[in-house]
């Protein structure tokens, strides 16, 4: 995106996507700076609808709608479809559907709504304060982001029988928490209850376990 802000705005907007900006400290940063600072766009946006500032949206809190079939998400096939019209792969429907309300819907042949759930499975309240004092922030290798900046990802997924439980939850930032879903990386919980992740051979051929030694180096 392109356009002009006053001296005042321009300094806000900096102020806010800089800290998101800097490579990771590891130097092992695969982004350009361009796409460092989209990222923290949406980062920023993120948080800012997961805060209660915003004002509502037609009665509501501002939010993001995916539409997809059960049997799609939990076989991971077929797209979703946003609200906006716009198409997701299901890939990122999966990572929204990690820190996200679901509502289930039954629909009728012409798209009416028969039913509506209630929603569920979200990592929150206390659970969600368990996950920011074991993680202290994102939990890959290598990244600083704090926890206000991180979502709580499902090990296993919600729709494969997994629990929303300590046990099968990581903090992950926006960024990493795509890199998971891509299918490259992959990450459990080691022995001694923290998180460990196994990157792809072509990271390493012998895909040693690794850990963020960023948050724990106190």
């Not at 993120?46 to 509501?60: C, I, K, M, V, Y």
């Not at 903090?171 to 879903?181: A, F």
């Not at 080691?190 to 051979?201: H, N, R, T, V």
């Amino acid at each position: 995106m392109t356009g002009w802000l006053d001296e005042v705005g321009a300094a806000t907007v900096n102020a806010a996507l800089d800290p998101l900006c800097a490579p990771r400290h590891d130097g092992d940063e695969p982004r350009t700076p361009a796409q460092r600072r989209a990222d923290a766009l949406v980062a920023v946006c993120d948080l800012a609808t997961r805060t209660e500032q915003l004002p509502d949206n037609g009665g509501q809190r501002p939010h993001v709608v995916v539409t997809v079939p059960f049997a799609a998400l939990r076989e991971q096939v077929g797209a979703g479809t946003l609200d906006t019209g716009g198409r997701v792969s299901p890939a990122q429907v999966r990572q929204l559907a990690c820190d996200a309300q679901i509502i289930p819907a039954v629909l009728g042949g012409d798209g009416q709504v028969l039913d509506l759930g209630r929603t569920r499975r979200l990592i929150t309240g206390s659970l969600r304060r368990a996950l920011e004092l074991r993680d202290r922030g994102c939990a890959f290798p290598g990244c600083d982001r704090p926890p206000r900046w991180c979502h709580g990802h499902h090990i296993r997924a919600w729709v494969e029988s997994g629990q929303t439980s300590l046990d099968n939850s990581v903090l992950l930032c926006g960024y990493h928490h795509r890199i998971i879903h891509s299918g490259q990386w992959t990450v459990r919980l080691a022995a001694d209850g923290l998180p460990e992740f196994i990157p792809p051979s072509h990271v390493d051929p012998h895909r040693e376990p690794r850990r963020n030694l960023y948050h724990h180096r106190a």
